[in-house]
């Protein structure tokens, strides 16, 4: 071998020492950089599941506050006997008052 080939060969062994060693450096930043990107998207993603657990423990707190159906049915019916009952009472104070009525006006002409 001549000294030629010798310095080329050591050239490009540099060379290629050089090259690996950039890219090393390079995956050893992706490496890192991904793994902070990892992290951070864990805690983001923590922080939205808490606040959706907070949100779900409001619902569920406030659904706790309803009335269920069949009791808004049972209120409902009552409140709709009792205006029957209010109608019915009015209905008849209207007849007797209007009966009083008749009686005033022809009840005169009957006795003189």
Known sequence: MDENQTKAQINIRDYLDLKFGELEKRLELRDRLT??????????????????????????????????????EIHMRRTEDKIAYLTKIIYIGIGALAVVQLLIRYTPNLIG
Not at 41 to 48: K, M, Q, V, Y
């Open 35 to 72: 793994d902070k990107a990892l992290m951070k998207a864990e805690s983001t993603l923590a922080i939205r599941l808490e606040s959706m657990n907070e949100f779900r423990m409001q619902l569920k707190s406030q659904a706790g506050t309803f009335i269920t159906r069949e009791e808004f």
